[in-house]
């Protein structure tokens, strides 16, 4: 084998890690595993769940306020509430604020041709939509029409049964004058009486908004879904009787945050976020109760003499999912500023007897690439028993995994887990599915990255380089494998993907090697980068000496010139703008895509930029217009060209 210089360096780089004293993930994972208390946790997850369950703002400011007393018994020190104001038109980020909403009580059922009970919100809050508009006291009656065998033109004034999820079909519903709807929509039609939680109800997005229109939203179970449609299909007339005792209103979608203060003066922070006002026990009263019992256990092991304060101090914040955390966050910008790290715990916490229920980390997006990434994969296999998979993953939008954002700064993983059998948004989600085993793994792996990165400083720089050297190693390798096989196949053109990929992988490698110098100044970042470099020369050298020429994006020549600005933090949901103004683009809240892009917006790069730089972290070449993109956002005032 020929010794190179990188080849050195990279001999070199782990010489220091082993004569280096870093963070020693294992025993600080064994005496956090030791010390969580699983059973502790899971009570705070029936708390959680039972106000959330009945999803309505009332319930939150309750769940707040005792979040807010368990973070006080659990050691926490400046404990924090505040809310957005919940307004239908306040702002968080680009995200507009939902109107608050309350129910005292709710039903739906048949009246003809024979009685039939669908609804009953005191008994399965489910049964009733999020956001559902009242009716009269008395209650209305109206005809039930099955969408799938009825056009649009028949739907005004009738409850109109549905077979995706009734949410996505808001704007069409009140745009065609429908009563409201009635889900027939499962994510998993298996739980046949169980019903999928309809969670949105805005006209153009998931919150309703001041000017969304207050259609009736129920849900009903598989089984009872097929019973309507085998009353509708025989020609029968069904007519139900709805009653929705509802108010929409001007109110508060509140928060809760503290701290576990750490030795540093400078005020630097790690975040943990979990997110409340969901009416499930996996989705996500177990996240909030995995972040609550780490905060606690680590407050034992700090005050019991086990572990050492961090220097860093460890702040947990606990609020309704996005609207909560860009409130906070906005509002916070110099205590963001100061923060190293974060994770998002929005995951369940299910049977290790089921199949599907491994626990993956989500990676930070290319343009925030980060040590964070790979710690958090040392710390799951640090945690997790041997026969419990785990895996990492690239990152994915959907939950408060945003922050690594530029226009936030924040290096964030997303730890998640699926519950075997779907019960996601679902009434089956209860406190009886959580496994103590999953929700012992999850806070412990939680508290081990949060002291972990709360404690990082110069001494564990050699150690983290290594492990992002051995990233980029697989970044590099599976790009060049990706190339090579490309040729085998025929593939010109995959394969000279396949070669840009190469030095962009590399640069997104090195660029969370910079990263570790808010943690302090080490030569090894410098030997960890001439080691990616050379795995770059050795890893394009396999395609090039096959003739592969880089591919090269074709530029726009309406705008790609351009620079893009953004005029807030965060994606663009669009919720403030009906589907038909939207030219054709998507909504930025969920899309990868277009969030991918966004986040490669920086005010310097050019839109051919962006576009090139979308195409290499997707993974392949794009057709989305990219410049009437951008454009269409500035004519909407969602961002700015800049010179």
């Known amino acids: 084998m020929k010794i190179t210089p990188w080849l050195v360096s990279y001999f070199l780089l782990f010489a220091m890690a082993a004569a280096g004293q870093p963070t020693p993930v294992s025993p600080v994972v064994r005496k956090v595993a030791e010390a969580v208390d699983s059973r502790h946790a899971l009570e705070t997850v029936k708390r959680v769940y039972a106000n959330d369950r009945w999803f309505t703002f009332p319930r939150f400011q309750r769940t707040v306020q005792e979040l807010k007393t368990l973070l006080e018994k659990s050691g926490a020190a400046q404990v924090e509430m505040g809310a957005l104001r919940a307004d239908g038109v306040t702002k968080a980020g680009f995200w507009t604020a939902p109107l608050a909403w309350d129910v005292e009580s709710a039903s739906l059922e048949v009246i003809a041709p024979e009685p039939m009970a669908l609804c009953d919100y005191a008994q399965t809050p489910t049964c009733l939509g999020m956001w559902s508009g009242p009716t009269p006291p008395a209650g209305v009656e109206a005809e039930l029409v099955d969408l799938d065998t009825t056009p649009w033109s028949q739907v005004r004034g009738k409850l109109v049964l549905t077979s995706q999820n ?6 069409k519903l009140a745009q065609n004058g429908a009563l409201g709807a009635v889900n027939g929509f499962s994510e998993n039609p298996e739980l046949g009486d169980d019903r999928q939680w309809v969670n949105a109800w805005g006209d153009h997005g998931w919150g309703f908004l001041k000017a969304s229109t207050p259609l009736l939203s129920y849900s009903v179970t598989p089984n009872q879904a097929a019973k309507l449609r085998g009353l509708l299909a025989g020609g029968q007339r069904v007519v139900l009787r709805a009653r929705a005792a509802t108010r929409l209103y001007e109110g508060e979608y509140p928060w809760v945050t503290a701290i576990l203060p750490g030795t540093d003066r400078t005020g630097e922070e790690v975040l943990a976020l979990g997110h409340i006002a ?6 996500n009263a177990t996240g909030v109760a995995a972040t609550v019992e780490a905060l606690r256990t680590l407050h034992r092991l700090i005050e019991s003499g086990q572990l050492p304060r961090p220097r860093r101090s460890i702040r947990v914040l606990l609020m309704p999912e996005v609207y909560g955390s860009l409130h906070y966050i906005a509002g916070h910008s110099e205590r963001m500023a100061r923060t190293v790290a974060a994770i998002t715990v929005d995951t369940p916490a299910a049977s290790y007897d089921l199949a599907g229920t491994e626990y993956t980390a989500y990676k930070n997006p290319h343009v925030a690439k980060s040590w964070t990434d790979v710690l958090i994969q040392r710390i799951a296999r640090a945690t997790l028993p041997r026969f419990r998979p785990f895996r990492s993953a690239e990152h994915e939008t959907g939950t408060d995994a945003y922050l690594g954002d530029p226009t936030i700064g ?94 962009y992988l590399a640069e997104r490698n090195i660029a969370a090697l910079s990263k570790l110098r808010k943690l302090g100044q080490h030569s090894a970042i410098g030997s960890a980068e001439g080691y990616i470099r050379g795995l770059e020369k050795v890893q394009a050298a396999r395609l090039t000496e096959q003739g592969v020429r880089a591919y090269r994006r074709a530029g ?88």
Request: proline content about 4%; overall charge negative.
């Open 166 to 171: 009734a949410a996505n079909l808001k704007d």
């Open 278 to 283: 969901e009416q499930g026990a996996q989705d």
């Open 410 to 503: 924040v290096p964030n993983v997303w730890l998640y887990s699926g519950t075997g059998k779907v019960t996601h948004h679902n009434s089956a989600d209860v406190p009886a599915t959580v496994d103590l085993r999953s929700l012992g793994d999850l806070t412990a792996m939680v508290a081990s990255y949060l002291y972990i990165s709360a404690n990082a400083g110069e001494g564990e720089i050699p150690w983290l380089a290594s492990l992002i050297v051995d990233s980029a190693a697989e970044d590099l390798n599976a790009a060049g494998a990706a190339g090579m096989d490309a040729l085998l196949a025929g593939d010109q053109a995959a394969a000279a993907f396949a070669l840009a990929r190469i030095p």
């Open 556 to 643: 726009d020549t309406d705008s790609g010139a351009l620079v893009v600005r953004r005029k807030g933090i965060g994606t663009i949901p669009l919720d403030d703008l009906a589907p038909e103004k939207r030219e054709g683009f998507p909504s930025g809240a969920w899309d990868k895509m277009v969030t991918v892009a966004l986040y490669w917006c920086d005010g310097k790069r050019t839109i051919d930029d962006v576009a090139r730089l979308t195409e290499l972290e997707m993974g392949r070449p794009l057709s989305f217009r990219f410049g009437g993109y951008f454009r269409f956002l500035e004519r909407k005032g969602y961002v700015e060209f800049v010179q």
